[in-house]
C-alpha cells in the first residue's frame, strides 16, 4: 500500500516555496535524460529515456526465470511495549520480562531483488550510519535462512528507513523479522512461520514477536511468545517523541535494580488492558527508573508531555528501554515541542495499532506522518 510520510521542521516550511520557484522537494522515481542529436529539419528528434528501476528490475528478472517472482516490497513495522514488567535476572546475566508488545503503523520499507550472485548479499539504504554488512539483523537473517533451509538466493536488499535507532521500538528486529519472511516467500514458503520464529530467536530476542499477528504477551528475554487476539482497537492514536540522545540498553540494564521495580502481576496488566483498554496505571515501564539515570532529560521529557497532555492523552510512556516516549489517546504533541528550543531536534511521529491476518505480512497504513528536523535542514539545505 502507498504510504504518505511527511518530514517537518517545526519552524521551517519550504513546500510553498519549491512550488512556487518551479522546483519539487520530492525526488523523482525516474530520471529522464532527453537527447536531441544534430539531424536534418525533416527528421523527427529522438528521445531516449533511461529507466535504472526498470533496468534492475530485468537483471532481476533474469536471475531465476523459474521463480514464482523476482521482486518483493514489504512493510517492517516497529512496535511498543504497552507495559513492559523485569520479573528476574537469570544465571547467564539475561533478565527474564513480562510484556504486551504491539505493532504499530510506523516503520520501514524495505525492498528485495534477487541477485546473480552466489556468495553475497548487498544492502543498501537511504539514512547514514547503518552497517550495511553482516552486522546488519538484515543479513544475519538472510544467512541464517539459508543455513536452515539450504536455499541459495542471495539478494539485492534496498531498506527505506523510517524507524529512529536507539528508540526502543524494535526497528532492526522487525527488519529481520521481515527479512526471514522475505527469503522464505522467494523460496516457495517451504518453512513455516512457525519454524521462521523459533530459527530467528537465535539472532535476536525481540524478532520472534514479529511473528505473531499484531499483539503478543512475551516472556523469557522475549523470545516466548503468547499471541493476544486484537486487545487494543485499531483506532486508538498515539504520537511518539524520541529526542536525538539514544539510551544504551545496556547501560539501562546494568543500572536496573529489581528490588524497586513493579511488584504488579503482569497478567493482572494483561486482563485489565483486554478488558478496559489503556490506562496510566495499566502502562508500567520497569526500565523507565533506569533509563531516566542513564538519560535525565528523559524523565523530564515525560513529565512534561504527561502535564502538558492531561486530557490529551489516555497514557504516557517510554517503550523499551528508551528513547521514546508515547502519548497514547491523540496524534499531536503538546505545543511546548513546538516552542521550546530544547525540543527543535526531537523525531515526532503519529501512530496508530495494527495487526496483520494468517499467512501474510503487515501492511503499510497511508496516514502515518513523520517529522524529523534535522533530516529536513539537510534536505533543503
Same mark, same amino acid.
Given at each position: ?167 526502543? /521500538? ?5 527488519? =529481520? ?5 522475505? !527469503?522464505?516467500?522467494?523460496? #516457495? *514458503?517451504?518453512? +513455516? ?107 523530564? /521529557? ?5 502535564? =502538558? ?5 489516555? !497514557?504516557?510512556?517510554?517503550? #523499551? *528501554?528508551?528513547? +521514546? ?57
Amino acid at each position: 500500500m502507498a504510504s504518505s510520510h511527511l518530514l517537518c521542521n517545526h519552524s521551517l516550511f519550504f513546500s510553498s516555496a519549491f512550488k512556487n520557484c518551479g522546483f519539487s522537494n520530492t525526488p523523482p522515481s525516474k530520471l529522464q535524460f532527453q537527447i536531441t542529436p544534430f539531424v536534418k529539419a525533416s527528421k523527427k528528434q529522438l528521445e531516449i529515456v533511461y529507466d535504472p528501476d526498470e533496468r534492475l528490475n530485468k537483471l532481476a528478472d533474469e536471475v531465476d526465470k523459474e521463480a514464482p517472482f523476482s521482486r518483493l516490497t514489504l512493510f517492517s513495522p516497529c512496535k511498543i511495549n504497552v507495559f513492559l514488567r523485569i520479573t528476574h535476572k537469570r544465571e547467564d546475566g539475561y533478565h527474564d520480562l513480562a510484556s504486551l508488545f504491539h505493532t504499530i503503523s510506523l516503520g520501514d520499507v524495505i525492498k528485495f531483488s534477487l541477485s546473480p550472485s552466489k556468495t553475497k548479499d548487498r544492502l543498501s539504504t537511504n539514512v547514514s550510519g547503518v552497517p550495511l554488512d553482516d552486522k546488519n539483523l538484515i543479513i544475519k537473517a538472510l544467512n541464517l535462512y539459508r543455513k536452515k533451509t539450504g536455499s541459495s538466493n542471495f539478494f539485492w536488499v534496498h531498506l527505506d528507513k523510517k524507524v529512529p535507532t536507539g528508540a526502543g /521500538l524494535g526497528g532492526g528486529s522487525s527488519n =529481520a523479522a521481515t527479512a526471514l519472511w522475505a !527469503a522464505n516467500q522467494f523460496n #516457495g *514458503s517451504v518453512a +513455516t512461520e512457525k519454524e521462521l520464529q523459533q530459527w530467528s530467536s537465535e539472532i535476536g530476542s525481540d524478532i520472534p514477536f514479529f511473528f505473531s499477528h499484531g499483539a503478543a504477551y512475551c516472556t523469557g528475554r522475549g523470545e516466548f511468545v503468547q499471541d493476544i487476539s486484537h486487545p487494543l482497537p485499531s483506532d486508538i492514536p498515539m504520537v511518539l517523541i524520541k529526542p536525538r540522545e539514544a539510551c544504551s540498553t545496556a547501560e539501562v540494564y546494568k543500572r536496573l535494580r529489581l528490588d524497586q521495580t513493579s511488584n504488579v502481576d503482569p497478567l493482572t496488566l494483561l486482563e485489565k488492558i483486554s478488558r478496559n483498554g489503556i490506562s496510566q496505571d495499566v502502562c508500567i515501564n520497569d526500565l523507565e527508573p533506569p533509563a531516566f539515570e542513564v538519560l535525565p532529560s528523559l524523565k523530564r /521529557l515525560k513529565q512534561r508531555v504527561t502535564a =502538558a497532555g492531561r486530557g490529551q492523552y489516555d !497514557a504516557v510512556f517510554m517503550s #523499551g *528501554s528508551g528513547s +521514546t516516549i508515547v502519548g497514547v489517546g491523540s496524534p499531536d504533541p503538546p505545543q511546548f515541542v513546538y516552542d521550546d528550543d530544547d525540543y527543535r531536534e526531537v523525531f515526532l511521529s503519529d501512530a496508530n495499532f495494527i495487526y496483520r491476518e494468517e499467512n501474510e505480512w503487515y501492511k503499510e497504513l497511508v496516514s502515518t506522518t513523520v517529522c524529523d528536523p534535522l533530516e529536513t535542514a539537510r534536505t533543503f539545505e
